[in-house]
């Protein structure tokens, strides 16, 4: 069940969300379906935001799949769900991470991504946001990431039909690429302009996106 609060954020039970290992862009699609299925109104303040950037080569910190101490893992993308109710009142949704479910916007990205300056330019993470609302209607994935050349799963697919619409089975990796388009859903930013976009108190509201 999801209930809200006296901040009108969602307040999802992580025991009570969709969930499977390494499908991380289903269970954050999963998410979406509730939050318009049990606060239509709150949709258009809900995001998915993937991680990805050319070398497919993203470092996080604070993921249960991450080892040692800090749990670093370094995924070829990431994907993860918000919820932006108001000015300086972003709640991040992460089924993968060790810290709390939900946990406030800042705190998320401090821990989980930390700085540019701590890792590579290689490892540089660049965030493509897409309106909840948008990506309900054009994610699709036939699993084909999944199945190795021999066609079995790498990690056992949900047990629910993959997610597809009318005109596409799959396109996955438009999702992926942080390269901007009209194709392609959603705005690219990179970490400075990400944390300016979502974490207003004490940033210029009016941030530009990653050309």
Wanted: one cysteine or more.
């Amino acid at each position: 069940m999801t209930s809200t609060n006296n901040d009108n954020f969602i307040l999802f039970k992580q025991q009570d969300c969709s969930y499977v290992s390494c499908y991380c862009e289903e269970n954050v699609w999963k998410l979406c379906e509730q939050v318009k299925k049990q606060h239509p109104n709150e949709l258009s303040k809900c995001y998915a935001v993937f991680v990805s950037n050319e070398r497919r080569t993203v470092p996080l910190w604070r993921q249960k799949a991450g080892r040692g101490e800090e749990k670093l893992v370094v995924w070829d993308y990431h994907v993860f769900f918000m919820h932006n109710p108001s000015l300086n009142r972003c709640l991040v949704f992460d089924l993968d991470t060790t810290l709390p479910f939900p946990t406030y916007f800042h705190k998320y990205v401090t821990e989980t991504f930390r700085s540019d300056y701590a890792v590579s330019e290689d490892h540089h993470r660049f965030f493509r946001v897409i309106p909840a609302e948008v990506y309900l209607t054009t994610f699709s994935s036939d699993r084909r990431h999944m199945r190795r050349p021999d066609g079995s799963w790498i990690k056992p697919p949900p047990s629910y039909a993959p997610i597809q619409t009318m005109s596409n089975l799959h396109r996955l990796d438009d999702f992926i690429c942080m390269k901007s388009g009209k194709d392609k859903p959603g705005q690219v930013y990179d970490l400075l302009h990400f944390v300016q976009a979502f974490f207003k108190s004490n940033l210029d509201n009016n941030t530009k996106t990653q050309n």
